[in-house]
């Protein structure tokens, strides 16, 4: 057994002897413990059975429209940038598309069903634009409203809190054609399309966070070429990062004109970031890898003004920033929701710029080839770390990164609400023969995680919830369905749901608010 998976069956080992009752656990527990000492980054088992959460904390799960909706053309709906991009041959993997992923459009209630059986209280869904408003302007679709009002209705009657995220990818083709991203006029069509959806939903809905993974799509989408529409220039990038700081705060004023008890907050895509040596040059390489990973649409929320993200002085004029645009971006968010799946290793780019180059698949997946800066102005070289075990996506398990993430976050912006919006892992567990799912990994990297947040809990961190990603496998965008991250386990040829032994745990943990249940 080579050592990655010596580790990674490692971590299964405890995951499982931790699922056990602790009178049957009693005999592995030497074995369990000793398995763990050796696993780098791994969480002591003591801390797991110390960890607490506060009275109240809310369990929840994810997903986004895109990846599990399916119904791409239907009752109205418009085509978006990815039904494009999926339906281009070579684009995703096996050529799959997400024109009927997990169909939730219409098992909207079996998975409604599923999530009160565990437990939770908090679902996070996205709404897809080009359901709304089919190209993205003008008209509303009825119908599309109409899908989300009985599925939020369902939430309601089931005592879930429906939390949306009003853009998680997908922009209607119609708006691509028009500049994407780059092009400034999205930001008042993405506050219309947020204000319509408030104005229709804002009376059962109060938490919304307007864009997920902001720095994902704008830079996979115009940075480097991952995503739609696959264009590779940083100016353009820098653009519609600008558009979406703008949207995201016309939008915060749409949404609370529109709803009287709205609440706002984020989901953004959050890494923490540690120097590769403890060289000056390196430690500012990790402060600008935090300011544009992880803070550059947090901080012109909160401060109106960009973090100090670049090698040399802010490139206001390539980002298309007008006198005034710092009063539009300043929005005192209700609440921080952010994601952590993996942790960053960043040194000062000894190379010239990749100018944006390369192509790196996966939502959390950027680092670089050599040396080379990822990009021309931020000058910095970013490594995917691999001194934990890999999930089976190939990311590092790093438990104790969201203890630092968090509280980064906490000390940098004066302790906020937070919300966990995103934390999961990919395996590849199927049903056995007894039609079970045992994936003891996912238990185990949940539990590992969980460990880390409780810690950072009790040193102060304000956080309130937790959202695993995700409620069902889906369509993993550009790998379309190599990889699985539910808690529950899909048969896309059949539709049928099963939840796994992750999914049976995280219910047992969300009714009894620890871990080692
Ligand atoms: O599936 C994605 C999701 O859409 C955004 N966050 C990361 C997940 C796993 O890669």
Known sequence: MNRRKFLSSSLATAGSA?????????????????????????????????????DGFIWGIATAAYQVEGAWNLDGKGESNWDRFAHTIGKVKGAATADVPCDQYHHYKEDVAILKRLNLKSYRF???????????????NQKGIDYYSRLVDALLEANIRPFCTIYHWDLPQALEDRGGWPNRDLASYYADYAGILAKHLGDRINTWAPFNMPWTFTYYGYGNGVFPPCKSDFNQFLK???????????????????????????????????????????????????????????????????????????????????????????????????HYYTRRVVSNAAGPSSSGTGGHFGTEVEGEQGTSARDPLTQIHVEMPT??????????????????????????????????????????DAPDQAG???????????????????????????????????????????????????LTYVDFRTQKRTIKDSG???????AANRLNV
């Open 18 to 54: 931790l699922l056990a009752s602790r009178a049957a656990s009693a005999r592995t527990a030497a074995g369990t413990y000793a398995a763990q000492a050796q696993i780098p980054g791994a969480v002591a088992p003591a801390a797991i059975d110390s960890a607490r959460f506060p």
């Open 126 to 140: 996205s709404t897809a634009w080009s359901r709304i408003q089919p190209t993205g302007t003008g008209q509303v």
């Open 240 to 338: 519609a990062a600008h558009t979406v700081n703008l949207a995201q705060g016309e939008a915060f004023r749409s949404i609370k004109a529109a709803s009287s008890k709205a609440t706002v907050g984020s989901a953004y895509g959050m890494a923490p970031a540690y120097p590769k040596t403890d060289s000056e040059a390196d430690v500012a390489a990790t402060a600008r890898y935090h300011a544009m990973n992880n803070l550059y649409f947090l901080n012109p929320a909160m401060h109106g003004e960009y973090p100090k993200a670049f090698l040399g002085a802010t490139p206001y004029e390539a980002m298309g920033f007008r006198p005034g645009d710092e009063k539009i971006m300043k929005i005192p968010l209700d609440w921080v929701g952010f």
């Open 387 to 428: 001194e934990g075990p890999l999930t089976e996506a190939g990311l590092e398990i790093w438990p104790r990164g969201i203890y630092d993430l968090v509280t980064q976050i906490s000390r940098e912006y004066n302790h906020p609400i937070i919300e966990i919006s995103e934390n999961g892992c990919c395996y590849l």
């Open 436 to 486: 079970h799912v045992p994936d003891q990994r996912r238990t185990a990297f949940h539990q590992q995680i969980l460990a880390e947040l409780a810690r950072a809990i009790t040193d102060g961190a304000k956080v309130r919830a937790y959202h695993a990603w995700s409620l069902v496998d889906n369509f993993e965008w550009s790998e379309g369905y190599t990889q699985r991250y539910g």
């Open 504 to 510: 049976l745990w995280y219910g047992r943990v969300a």
